[in-house]
């Protein structure tokens, strides 16, 4: 997942809680919307704010000056973070988006790595970012898993050594189950990652198969054992709502499987079909939509989170279940990045911000490794957010919570989003996607479940109805 992103270097999130799960009455089931229905292709996640089609190479410089920028510790303790992407799977998902590769040998996955670690240490030695501790690190893909022991001792040596992170409070790493050995479960757990996340996606080989998931539900069986005996903080399994051939059995069956491996945390996402995905290529050849349509997968994640809840789970967002009492088990990395939070994207294609300015890596092999080892930064295209773009970023960012606290935008933007947002929240509150109460809203259960779909009504207006990607 390396669409990653954001920041804001005016006010400190870490004296900022999230609201625990539990203080949040979870509103009841109800009927679902059902105007939006058949799932064409069209990037419907939003991970970002403004959309990355506005972002251009114009900004590049305005990037490179906020890195040449010394940090000024005595300013507002905004957390940092890192996130390293590594794009090799053993095969590519048929409705996979990411920059991927699933036919480098050793030699070229040695060579990225490399390069990889030499962009960090670059970064490191900036002078916004020399000195700063690490907040939060993610590993993500692509596979993070994929690559061998050695090569991940090696990579963590080397950004250890310029960039310390025995402070951290989490370490995230993605992990493919079929990837993993019992060595390299213990491998990961040594480097000192906190938060393992799973990507199940599926407990039916059938459908795992013909996703063109590379793991079948025997290796997780397989893996389990050795991820238990490694004790990480916090386990968190993936999964994703409506993939081709889901039917209410298979559904079914995936989350009480889901439940009974006992992971300490569950994200589970709705199939959709961004431009470049191998579904749709085929639908935008003539063929039709082959993924269920948006009001059956809503129901699935409806009963998901149910059941969920019925085995003791709590909603932390719109994505995630969570188990209450895991104190060791948070999302640093999506709080912090929902809370204007600094964040170095490393690796090909990887996004990042830093002091209101977005930012995004090369995308092609060769012009980013070239790039990074002849000492220079990958920058490809980039973004300075206006005062205006940083509330709007963030706001329907925490929206995904599911609810919003009026008081923290007005602390740290001075800005009342009840006037500024009078519009979008009165037609959702009207749509019955939201409640209005003292200082904030909440959504409705039907507006937990198509978050994404509100979100555009916040956008400034020049930013509607633009591709999104």
């Known amino acids: ?67 040449a920028t010394p940090h000024d510790p005595t300013g507002p303790d905004v957390p940092l973070g890192l996130y390293m992407h590594i794009p090799f799977c053993r095969k590519r998902c048929k409705f996979c988006y990411f ?25 490191a030695a900036q002078p916004a970012i020399a000195g700063r501790r690490l907040d939060y690190i993610y ?27 025995d402070g951290a409070q989490e ?27 799973l990507g199940v996606e599926n407990f039916d080989d059938t459908i795992l198969e013909d996703n063109g998931r590379a793991h079948l539900t025997g290796e997780i069986d397989r893996c389990m054992p050795w991820i238990r005996a490694a004790d990480f903080a916090q386990l968190n399994v993936d999964l994703i709502a409506g993939m081709v051939g889901e039917t209410w059995d298979t559904w079914r069956d995936t989350v009480a499987k889901t439940i009974e491996l006992g992971p300490d945390s569950v994200t589970i996402y709705q199939m959709e079909l961004p ?38 789970f709590d909603v932390s967002s719109a994505y995630t279940m969570i188990k209450p009492g895991k104190t060791t088990a948070q999302f640093r990395y999506r709080d912090a990045l929902w809370h204007g939070a600094d964040l170095l994207g490393t690796g090909i294609a990887s996004f990042g911000h830093l002091a209101g300015i977005h930012a995004q890596n090369l995308s092609g092999w060769e012009p980013y490794l070239s790039t990074v080892e002849s000492g220079e930064l990958p920058l490809k295209r980039s973004f300075k957010l206006s005062d205006t773009e940083r509330l709007t970023r963030e706001l329907i960012l925490q929206l995904k919570l599911g ?58 207006e020049h930013y509607r109805n633009i591709r999104y990607t």
Not at 280 to 308: C, F, M, Q
Not at 410 to 435: Q, S, T
Request: glycine share 8%.
């Open 403 to 460: 609810y919003l606290d009026f008081g923290y935008f007005i602390d740290k933007f001075g800005v009342d989003p009840a006037e500024r947002y009078a519009d979008a929240f009165e037609r959702h509150r009207a749509d019955d996607m939201l409640e209005r109460h003292d200082g904030g809203v909440s959504l409705t259960r039907q507006g937990l479940l198509q978050v994404d779909r509100l979100l555009p009504a916040f956008y400034d």
């Open 1 to 67: 997942m390396s669409d990653n992103t954001i920041v804001d270097s005016a006010t400190p999130t870490t004296d900022q809680p999230i609201p625990p799960a539990t203080d949040r009455p979870m509103p009841p089931p109800t009927n679902l919307d059902t105007t939006q229905k058949g799932t064409e292709v069209g990037s419907v996640f939003v991970s970002n704010y403004p959309p990355f089609s506005t972002w251009s190479e114009d900004d590049n410089d305005a990037y490179r000056q906020a890195l």
């Open 275 to 312: 431009f470049n995905t191998i579904y749709s290529k085929g639908i935008l050849g003539g063929d039709e939509s082959p993924v269920a349509d948006w009001t059956l997968k809503r129901e699935w994640n409806d009963y998901a989170i149910e059941e969920l809840r019925a085995a003791g």
């Open 99 to 123: 920059r991927v590769y699933t036919d480098r040998n050793a030699s070229q996955i040695k060579r990225y790595l490399e390069a990889l670690a030499r962009e960090v240490e670059t970064l």
């Open 139 to 165: 590993f993500g893909g692509g596979t993070p898993s994929y690559i061998a022991v050695k090569h991940l001792k090696v990579l963590v040596e080397r950004v250890r050594g310029v960039m310390p992170w």
């Open 171 to 197: 370490i995230t790493f993605e992990c493919e189950p079929g990837t993993l050995t019992e060595s390299k479960v213990n491998a990961i757990r040594e480097i000192g990652v906190t938060r393992l996340s």
